[in-house]
């Protein structure tokens, strides 16, 4: 069984940046893409950023582009999102994902493709 646990959440101020990461166990990290999606008060939960399963590509919502950066460590089975430049509506709950399948990150931008979550952080940007 896969067991997904962020870390790095909290409070910070518009403009400023946060680093949020992903410890991986379970299973075979190299088997799957990973994926962070978000979730803000009283709406839908939504895809952030995807990294495949070797790094080598990645794809991220057009809200975030230039902004977040996806990496992976595959010694260290973990996950993260970089996030620069952070707005008011980025304040969101958010969720670290793992999609089994070595396809390329494009392919890993809906939820029905990841298989397991973490129980989720929280991400407050004050304005």
């Known amino acids: 069984q896969v067991q997904l646990v962020e870390s790095g959440g909290g409070l910070v101020q518009a403009g400023e940046s946060l680093r949020l990461s992903c410890a991986f166990s379970?299973?075979?990290?190299?088997?799957?893409?990973m994926g962070w999606f978000r979730q803000a008060p009283g709406k839908e939960r939504e895809f952030v950023a995807a990294?495949?399963?070797?790094?080598?590509?990645?794809d991220y919502a057009d809200s975030v582009k230039g902004r977040f950066t996806i990496s992976r460590d595959n010694a260290k089975n973990t996950v993260a999102l970089q996030m620069n430049n952070l707005k008011p509506e980025d304040t969101a709950v958010y969720y670290c994902?793992?999609?089994?399948?070595?396809?390329?990150?494009?392919?890993?931008?809906?939820?029905?493709?990841?298989?397991?979550w973490g129980q989720g952080i929280q991400v407050v940007v004050a304005s």
């Open positions: 990294v495949s399963w070797s790094g080598g590509t990645t």
């Open positions: 994902a793992a999609g089994w399948g070595k396809y390329t990150a494009l392919n890993y931008v809906t939820e029905d493709k990841y298989g397991y």
């Open positions: 379970g299973r075979t990290f190299i088997s799957y893409a």
